[in-house]
């Protein structure tokens, strides 16, 4: 997701155009949380009408939304602008009351409060000026080892994340923000993160159909048909053995267009990322995409890397190398979603805004779930707590949570030890020691454990982030999915006795 300086570039097509600009194809990035002259010349120049907000985007409030009306004024009436809103570990405007993530709704199991939870997510977005959110997820968490789904998917039941990703989706809309549901087909069983390699997952069209496609299929068409789709960066041999699903024909038309029946916006996921970018850089992935059936690719990166995504379309169209009717039937897709989530910036009441974020913190404490009967330790009981020191950003999930906001998890415990690591995955059983006090390991990481960890045995595991490592580690556990103000506020009063819990995980955590 780099960032650069950028200068004003300019298209140099050789041959007639076709009837619109290749622009109004494309997303991109910017740099900074600021619209810069020359940022604003380059989007001008090259008449593009979405941006993708990230992290290093977003200020205060206030400068979200100066960029965003500045973008606005840029882009013109048919602007797209997106960002990943999810709720867990993703989500980008963290001055938003903060949403669950999806794991902690399926944990909940609840439509009413999935709903509840999209439409304020989308209340939060709207007051910034954002018309498009990069969620719910659809992805089926079926592999307990996956590096980059886990708690952002409502489960392992394909049917239970139908039901909750679409009461999400529901919410959103109701509050005029656009819904793009991911990662078609499925990212649920991989062992790959599609951001540093190409996963491949070797299913059959039956095999996908029975599980991946479930709730794509439901959300396919007809009323509750979502308004877009993002592509996965995942190779599936049986349908397609030379690419990816975002630049395969036989997947994005073949299954998504023709199997399904789907007509919204299909978007890809970023071409920056490795499993796209190492093979076949930016430019031929944006022609390739196209080709194969998506409206619109994601080409993050350098201003010259956006310029010659943009160029190469251009050429391909007129070159006849991308069908110009096909390319035409995407940009009216664009223009009609462009028009019927409009960007507005809608004042957020601060009334409103409180009963948003106690939403959020009750949602958090529904979903929290208690392993192996896991016991709060009692208030006078000596302890040692055992954490990672800090997690910085992986590029995909904000910051996990450092060991001083952890330390505050035990206030008004009397006496308490506090051990920090620089790795907690490459914990060993000497860290935890037999001498009198409770051992409680809190993994504030997302990584699974290594093999020495899964030997050492403490007296409480509070798992923070990555459900899954209840699976390394043999002991009573606390699950919150997550590490937003409303996860640690109900594990702070689970600490203290005050919560009574009954959620199950919606994946197995035996």
């Not at 709903?115 to 659809?138: K, S, T, Y």
């Not at 009323?223 to 996965?232: D, F, G, I, K, S």
């Not at 023709?258 to 076949?280: F, N, S």
């Not at 009692?378 to 707590?385: C, K, P, Q």
Request: include cysteine; charge should be negative; glycine fraction near 6%.
């Amino acid at each position: 997701m780099s960032s650069s300086t950028r200068t004003s570039l300019s298209p140099s097509f050789n041959m007639p155009m076709p009837s619109f600009h290749p622009g109004q194809l494309v997303m991109v990035d910017i740099p900074g949380k600021t619209l810069a002259p020359e940022t604003a010349a380059f989007l001008r120049d090259h008449r593009v009408r979405a941006v993708c907000l990230f992290r290093k985007n977003l200020g205060t409030e206030d400068e979200i939304r100066r960029l965003t009306a500045d973008l606005a004024a840029v882009l013109g009436p048919k602007a797209l602008i997106g960002i990943d809103q999810e709720g867990g570990s993703v989500i980008r405007a963290t001055c938003m009351p903060q949403a669950p993530a999806a794991m902690a709704l399926g944990a909940a199991d609840d439509e009413a409060q999935a709903e509840a939870v999209g439409a304020a997510v989308a209340r939060g977005l709207r007051a910034l000026g954002i018309n498009w959110n990069f969620a719910p997820v659809l992805d089926v968490n079926s592999n307990p080892a996956n590096p980059v789904i886990a708690e952002r998917s409502f489960g392992a039941d394909p049917h239970r994340v139908a039901r909750l990703a679409a009461a999400w989706m529901r919410g959103s809309l109701s509050e005029g923000v656009a819904c793009c549901v991911k990662h078609f087909p499925g990212h649920g069983d991989t062992h790959v993160d599609s951001h540093h390699a190409l996963p491949t997952v070797d299913k059959s069209l039956a095999a996908l159909e029975a599980l991946e496609l479930i709730p794509f299929r439901a959300m396919a068409q007809g009323e509750n048909a979502a308004p877009a789709v993002m592509t996965a960066h995942i190779v599936y041999p049986q349908l397609d053995p030379l690419h990816p699903a975002t630049l395969s024909h036989a997947v994005l038309t073949g299954v998504l267009r023709q199997a399904l029946g789907y007509q919204g916006v299909v978007i890809t996921d970023a071409l920056m990322m490795k499993a796209v970018y190492e093979r076949y850089g930016h430019a031929r992935a944006a022609v390739l995409a196209l080709r194969a059936g998506a409206d619109m690719p994601l080409a993050q990166g350098t201003a010259a890397e956006q310029a010659a995504a943009i160029e190469a379309i251009g050429q391909a169209l007129v070159e006849g190398d991308i069908d110009e009717d096909a390319a035409l039937q995407a940009c009216a897709r664009l223009d009609a979603l462009a028009q019927r989530f409009p960007l507005q910036t809608v004042p957020y009441a601060p009334e409103q805004r409180a009963a948003d974020d106690e939403l959020m913190h009750l949602a958090w404490a529904r979903g929290l779930c208690v392993l192996r009967q896991a016991q709060p330790p009692a208030h006078d009981a000596a302890l040692r707590v055992i954490t990672q020191a800090r997690v910085d950003s992986d590029g995909v999930s904000e910051a996990g949570l450092p060991a001083s906001e952890v330390m505050a998890l035990f206030e008004g415990f009397a006496n308490v030890e506090y051990v920090t690591l620089n790795d907690l995955a490459v914990l060993e059983p000497h860290h935890l020691p037999e001498d009198g006090r409770l051992n409680i390991l809190v993994s504030n990481h997302r990584a699974r454990y290594a093999q020495g960890a899964r030997v050492a045995q403490p007296h409480l595991h509070l798992a923070l982030w990555n459900p899954f490592q209840v699976l390394d580690i043999a002991a009573p556990a606390v699950v919150s999915w997550g590490y937003a103000q409303g996860a640690l506020r109900a594990v702070k009063s689970w600490l203290k006795g005050e919560l009574v819990v009954s959620a199950t995980p919606p994946v197995p955590l035996p």
